[in-house]
């Protein structure tokens, strides 16, 4: 009889087993030593953690965490989530995506500038009630429809995870025909990108985000997965453009729910007992069981 898996390990890309922090990964700690926040990643790697057989149900959920494709937000996003998900019998799959590792700056004022808006070019506090005016319900802070290789090899890199996880299903003991994505922010970009760009191989079976709008153009696949939504109102671009994703879901005939809070502004904790969008946690997972 076959050993049985480990609960918690780390695989590269190709599935070979290896550490999560890589030689140019940077890391943030909490006060006990665990890992919150990780930057500068160049080599994508999976964190795996699988439930007790005994409450295993079978479905792998891939965490693309947010971070503005420059960090992760791995304590809030990743391991939070991780165990509240493997308490209630589902596997998490934790990706470290590429991220772009050039230092954020403010462009340096020039002698010619005074009263010019150093964010111009850039689509800037966008209400939900202009969603609109995004194009594909495309919600890049940048407009000018360039590519961006940054979000486009994390999506490369949420592609390869649906292929390596569902080539691992049997041996994890998932069912391959219910692994999807949960993103948070950027992440939620990420999987959305990924989802856009899937072929029969990798689309995935459900796709959530948590105040994750999409950063490239939409053009909802024939097969699109049901899809899950939960941001507060008052999150600039990010309400709009989810919207916005919401509406060309339900366009394409295809399998939608939204979550719009109205409880404070910008992104929401793992649990905020505090607020009604406290309760997203619970909304996704009744959502995804009933899928």
Known sequence: MANPPKKQFTLNLDGKETRLIQKNDK???????NITMITGTTEPAVQVYLPDEKLNKGIGVIICAGGALRMHSWGNDVKSMAQWLNERGI??????????????SMPAPQKN????????GLRMALPITDFDQLKNANANPDPSGQPDKYCDQAIDD????????????KEWNLDPQKIGFLGYSAGGGVAIGATVRADAETMPSFL?????????????PQDAPPLFIATRVEHPNVAAGLLALYLEWKKAGANAEIYLYDDGR??????????????????????????
């Open 158 to 169: 949420a592609l390869r995870t649906v292929k390596l996880v569902r080539s691992r299903a």
């Open 266 to 291: 910008m992104g929401f904790g793992p649990n905020d007992e505090g607020s009604t969008s406290g309760l997203w946690r619970t909304n996704f997972l009744r959502w995804l069981m009933t899928r």
């Open 113 to 120: 500038d005074k009263g010019k808006n150093p964010f111009e």
């Open 208 to 220: 959530a985000t948590c105040y994750g709008p999409s950063l490239i153009d939409v053009t909802v």
């Open 27 to 33: 890391v943030q700690y909490d006060s006990d030593g």
């Open 91 to 104: 596997a998490v799959i934790g990706l470290k995506y590429r991220l772009n590792t050039t230092p954020f």
